[in-house]
Structures are given as C-alpha cells and as structure tokens.
C-alpha cells in the first residue's frame, strides 16, 4: 500500500486551492435535468466521472458550455429531452442511474441503463425503484434498462429506506421535488454530498427540510 512520509517538525504556511467534491458534483449535476432556465455551477472537479455525466446531460438534450479554465459550467435545458440514457455512458459510473428520478419527475417517462448494464443483484438500485414506485411510478427491465413511466406525474408519499443509501437518497430527494404534494424520506444518507445537493435544490426554490436526524421533509 502507497503512504506519505511526513518529517517533522515544520511550519506549514501557504494557500491551497480546494477543487470541488465529485460526489456533490454528480448528484447536483443531475438534478439540473429538472430545470426550465440556465444553471451555472462553479468550481466543478475536472474528473472522468464528472466529464462523463456532462456527457450523459448532453445526450439527453442539455447544451453544455464549458468555461475556459473548465471549472465551471452552464446547462441549457429545453422543453423537448430525450429521455434515454445510454448503457455507452452509465455504464462506467454508479451515478449514471441519477438521471432516472428527474427525467420521471418532469418528463413522465426515462429508459435509463442499470449502472454497468448488469443485473440487480451486481450493483443493486432496488432502493431507488422501490422508492421512485412509492412515488407512482411503474416500471419494467428488459435486457439490462430499466423502462419507467409516472404517467399522471409523481405524487408525493412516505418511504422508509431499509437501508441507508446514498444514490437512493440522491434520486428520491431530486425525484420528490416537484412531485406533487409532499415526501417523507426516512433513514436517509446524511453524508456532506447530501446536504450540498439539498442547499443546491434550495437555491432554486425548492422546499426540503430536515425534520430528524435522518428524515426528509420534500
């Protein structure tokens, strides 16, 4: 195993620049699917992960524009998206299966790729359906996509995770926030990511709070 060896004593003085959280960035990156007008984020890690699911929002319809220095970004969405995530991209990360719960709650419809085009049992997401069915939404598998329609909108219910999850917590809390009505998420992840992704939603006029230490008011 690689280890840094530090010898000391020694005074540390200096700046360093911090980049951004790849695990706030997906989520959140994600979550601008629900958006009608531009979204400008700031500071973005330039990782695979994150290039990727730029890629993924630009296959759906968003126009990307990246800035020069390619830490930060805005997203242009239309009123016509395609709903389709293809296996070629969600395929190299878990957070692919992110798009799922905002293409649901605003367009009614996704056919999106399990994470890795595996099986269930390989990376599980049946946190996530379970939930996104809590919600009224139905769906199918067929040969590694997951098929999902809410075709009157999502509706807003109660879920209880038998597990903390954080993807699932990520897709139920962008899912719930313009579902109708009102959500309860409880056990929900309470990681940093978490937190950035519901002061993200927020900003924008969303309406969550925490109500316990791991319970969801959307």
């Not at 630009?58 to 997203?75: A, E, F, P, T, Y």
């Not at 890795?116 to 067929?142: D, E, F, M, Q, V």
């Amino acid at each position: 195993m690689d280890k840094f060896l530090i010898k000391g004593p020694c005074k540390v003085i200096g700046k360093v620049n911090i980049s951004g959280s790849k695990n706030a960035a997906l989520p959140i990156l994600a979550a601008t699917l629900l958006f009608d007008k531009p979204v400008e984020l700031k500071n973005l890690p330039n990782v695979r992960d994150v290039q990727t699911m730029l890629a993924l929002l630009k296959s759906l319809g968003s126009k990307i524009v990246i800035s020069r220095n390619k830490k930060s970004v805005k997203i242009y969405n239309f009123k016509k998206m395609k709903t389709f995530a293809s296996y070629n991209l969600v395929k190299t990360m878990r957070a692919g299966i992110l798009v799922l719960g905002p293409l649901l709650s605003k367009h009614y419809k996704s056919i999106t790729s399990l994470p890795g085009g595996c099986s269930l049992g390989t990376r599980p997401i049946n946190y996530h359906l379970n939930g996104l069915t809590k919600l009224g939404a139905k769906h199918k598998i067929i040969n590694g996509y997951v098929h999902a329609t809410a075709n009157k909108g999502l509706v807003g219910g109660k879920i209880k995770f038998s597990k903390v999850s954080v993807g699932a917590s990520e897709n139920l809390i962008i899912a719930a926030t313009l579902a109708k009505g009102t959500t309860i998420l409880k056990n929900c992840a309470i990681e940093p990511e978490i937190k950035d992704l519901i002061n993200f939603l927020n900003s924008a006029g969303g309406k969550i709070k925490w109500t316990g230490k791991r319970t969801l008011q959307i």
